[in-house]
């Protein structure tokens, strides 16, 4: 009863079922209640897994492979702690930011609740067939969560989005067939021993459709193509929410089934394109950012840029020095975290300069800075963390994959890194010159409550102060 | 050969035509068509594969009607959504350009002032 | 033009690769190093409080992906509930359509066939135990019923579901969840964990529960858009 992990899941189900019974709207209050439990909870258990090092639990008393095992190590650990660190203040923001512009709240609550459900089990399931069931939860909360503003675009985006992540996870569940009818289960624990170098083709073909339909949900180049309408067309909230959370559960899953499940099978060439792709990545999204006229589609493009760095993880763990790999999945899970908590609070912060300002339009942002300073300072504090500047937490995580890189001769990498920097200083800077022009004669500013603007600080703050708290961070993830 | 891998044959080719079709469709109702094709030919792999020495295997079958009852909702979101779509633009169909879109959105909003109006009157 | 026919090409030779790859793949499937997980299914199956081996997986062995799969039918209620929330409503009147005499014989086979569909949604989900049926299939059939009455005109179209309605959408899934929350404080202690011997009885008022609001959802998928109409023809 006093175990964490069954509460990580029942909580958030519950108090979701409960705010749907309130009604359209309601249950903000209950839910950051519950958050805040949530909250505790996950630090208890993270203190578990330092303490006593990797934690299993038999769902149902049935352990793998008749039944569902689910399994928390470092990696997971640090992954939901993100999680209900990130979710808390936008929780905040996105009860203070419904209040200000009631449609699109609808049913926001509810299906944050089953979101989170999903993404706690996601992280911490070890059972490919019950992952797929957690991706379709998150999907399908993902998709209704960016129809909820009910204009054409937003719609638009939510059923391209609806397609891709059904056609991912369709792709997904293909490979799991192949892999249940190679070895006749799909528990982790089973499978793991039993795949080796040398495997038939159904295991093959079953590792690459696994990793095409998860690379759908994460959209990695060229796959990113639904990402800037559905993150950029979505209400606020739920934008910060899609490009913090919402990605890395399934960038999370690709890493996980690298590193494990298809450890034998994960070769440099591959790791390679992977690379190659995020590269990619980072040099389109981040001139395709550039050249947005919107603030929320410059922030989505940031997101697709920043997804690439994220891939260029792979060639630095693989085939590599063990110690080389272990100071690149440093950097990496630090990147994935300062992403995180950054990109939140730049979609927060850009959120209330367009409630100011009445349209979203980066040419209309003259004089903002004398208006909302706190924001506008969050905005390129978040800017920053991006382009991986000192201190933040962006700057160790570029160090620690660049100096990665340098241990294992891959130069290459390290000019996309910089370079990406760069590109990164150069949207950025594109909005911060325009905020800080005089403001425009006619140009009308309307007030914005403080409770949106501190929980957007509050992020930056968090992702400030992990520059020096990463040490915390990394030996959470050592712990495994 | 025995009579069920049949079954995860049939499968694997609705499976792959479910997915080009998913792609290639330019209308939103096809392409949700396609996703169930495509559905139908995972869980008969599944079913399939399963099935070993012509033995029921209570798993995979239990697995298909978890991914059957996923399918039914994901389709019935999406044909909301695409009712929704119907409504706005009058086209099940992904609008060209955003350019496009604007006008659309712009029509819509004069349409419904015209009968907000109509509607005092 | 040329374009678009190359994109058609490509992604048609790409299926179909990956098609004849997918066949010979399981064609070239090895059964050596297979588990036999069915037996273990039926050695356990006295443990599991039901008779027959699937509803015993669906409901215990992996009674947590059925949970989550509930909820993403409540997802997909969401979703439809949030888009039907903004349209107006065009209500044609439904009985003005069922004047005419041979639709008569539509009403009367409703009311005799919806009390039979009722009786067979009951059988389906009491036999569950031991036989093919159980929760989903009774709730599609109720669905059905709904779905039924509502073309003959006897059920009205649902507007924003009302509390009564939104608690029986969510009564299954909420005492799922709650019976759910009682096996930690129950003396196994796990998630889901059924004592032996209430597993029967917890698994049939799961079904019982979920027949209902599935029904209901399964049905609101339907109900809650029927009266829509393409807003193209109404403005002509």
Redesign the interface.
């Known amino acids: 009863m006093s175990d964490p992990i069954p509460w990580l899941i029942l909580l958030p189900l519950l108090w979701g079922l409960l705010s749907f019974l309130l009604g359209v709207g309601r249950g903000g209050r209950l839910a950051i209640v519950c958050l805040v439990i949530q909250l505790a909870l996950v630090a208890l258990l993270v203190g578990q897994v330092v303490a006593e090092k990797d934690r299993y639990y038999a769902v149902g008393g049935w352990s793998a492979p008749l039944g569902i095992d689910l399994h928390v190590d470092g990696l997971a650990s640090v992954m939901l702690l993100l999680t209900h660190v990130v979710i808390l203040p936008l929780g905040i923001y996105a009860r203070s930011y419904f209040s200000h512009n009631v449609e699109g709240v609808g049913y926001f609550w509810p299906m944050l609740g089953l979101l989170l459900a999903a993404l706690n089990t996601l992280f911490m399931s070890a059972d490919i067939f019950n992952i797929y069931v957690t991706l379709e939860l998150l999907g399908l909360a993902a998709v209704g969560l960016v129809g909820t503003a009910g204009n054409t675009r937003s719609i638009l985006a939510a059923i391209r989005y609806l397609l891709v992540t059904l056609l991912g996870s369709g792709v997904y569940l293909a490979g799991v067939a192949l892999i249940y009818g190679s070895y006749g289960s799909v528990a982790l624990a089973v499978l793991e021993p039993l795949i080796e170098n040398e495997v038939s083709v159904a295991v093959f073909l079953a590792a690459i459709l696994m990793l095409v339909g998860l690379l759908l949900k994460t959209a990695l180049f060229p796959f990113h193509f639904w990402l800037p309408s559905a993150h950029g067309g979505a209400p606020t909230p739920v934008s910060a929410l899609l490009s913090a959370l919402v990605i890395k559960a399934s960038f999370y899953l690709i890493l996980r089934m690298w590193l494990g499940l298809y450890a034998p099978l994960a070769t440099i060439q591959a790791a390679q394109l992977l690379g190659g792709l995020g590269a990619v990545a980072i040099l389109w999204g981040s001139i395709m950012a550039f050249n947005q006229t919107r603030l929320k589609m410059l922030a989505a493009y940031s997101t697709v840029a920043q997804i690439g760095y994220f891939f260029l993880l792979f060639p630095l763990i693989t085939e590599v020095g063990s110690e080389a790999a272990e100071i690149a999945m440093q950097g990496g899970v630090i990147q994935l975290v300062a992403h995180a908590l950054a990109k939140a609070a730049m979609f927060a912060a850009a959120g209330v300069m367009i409630l100011s300002m009445g349209k979203d339009d980066i040419a209309l942002l003259s004089g903002i800075s004398s208006r909302l300073p706190l924001t506008l300072f969050t905005f390129a504090l978040a800017g920053v963390t991006l382009m991986g500047l000192p201190p933040t937490g962006g700057f160790i995580a570029k160090w620690l994959l660049i100096s990665s890189a340098v241990s294992s001769g891959q130069w290459g990498w390290v000019v996309v890194m910089i370079l990406g920097g760069l590109l990164s200083a150069g949207y950025v800077f594109k909005v911060l010159r325009q905020a800080l022009l005089p403001a425009a004669a006619e140009m009308k500013f309307r007030p914005v409550n403080p409770s949106l603007e501190w929980p957007a600080f509050l992020l930056t703050f968090i992702s400030l102060s992990l520059s020096f708290a990463s040490n915390n961070v990394l030996n959470i993830l050592g712990a495994g | ?1 025995t009579g069920a ?1 049949i079954y ?2 049939v ?3 609705l ?6 079709g ?3 469709l330019p209308h ?1 109702l096809r ?1 949700i068509l396609a ?1 169930n094709i ?2 139908s ?2 869980f008969l ?2 079913v ?3 099935q ?1 020495d012509n ?9 298909v ?3 059957i ?2 399918a ?3 389709t ?15 086209k099940a169909q ?2 060209a350009n ?1 350019k496009s ?1 604007d006008q ?2 712009e029509k ?1 909003i004069t ?1 419904e002032r015209n009968k907000e109006g109509d509607a005092s009157k | 033009m040329s374009m678009k026919s190359l994109l058609n090409a490509v992604v048609i030779f790409f299926s179909a690769t990956l098609g004849l790859t997918l066949i010979w793949a399981i064609l070239e499937l090895p059964v050596s190093n297979h588990i036999h997980l069915s037996e273990q299914v039926l050695i356990q199956l006295d443990a599991s409080g039901v008779r027959h081996p699937t509803t015993a997986v669906l409901l215990n062995f992996r009674g947590f992906d059925t949970l989550l799969e509930v909820m993403v039918l409540l997802l997909a209620l969401l979703g439809v509930l949030d888009q039907t929330k903004k349209r107006k409503p065009k209500n044609l009147s439904i009985s003005i359509r069922l004047n005419q005499p041979y639709l008569q014989a539509l009403l009367w086979s409703a009311r005799v066939l919806v009390p039979m569909m009722v009786l067979v949604a009951g059988y389906l989900l009491g036999v569950g135990g031991y036989q093919p049926g159980g929760a989903f299939q009774a709730a599609a059939v109720l669905a059905a019923a709904g779905v039924l009455l509502n073309l003959s005109g006897l059920l009205p179209t649902w507007r924003e579901p009302s509390w009564s309605l939104r608690l029986g959408f969510i009564f299954g899934l909420l005492l799922f969840l709650l019976i759910t929350a009682m096996t930690l404080f129950l003396s196994p202690g796990l998630l889901l964990q059924y004592p032996i011997t209430l597993a029967g009885i917890f698994i049939l008022i799961i079904e019982a529960g979920l027949t209902l609001s599935l029904g209901l959802i399964l049905a609101g998928f339907f109900l809650l858009l029927s009266d829509e109409v393409n807003n193209k023809k109404a403005d002509e």
């Open positions: 050969m891998l995860a044959c499968g694997a080719a499976f792959v035509c479910g997915v080009a998913l792609i290639l939103l392409k996703f495509m559905g030919g995972v792999m599944l399939g594969l399963g070993h033995i029921p295997d209570p798993i995979p079958q239990a697995m009607l978890t991914g009852v996923v039914v909702a994901a019935a979101l999406a044909l909301a959504f695409v009712r929704r779509l119907l409504y706005l633009t009058s992904f609008v955003s879109l659309t959105e819509l349409r």
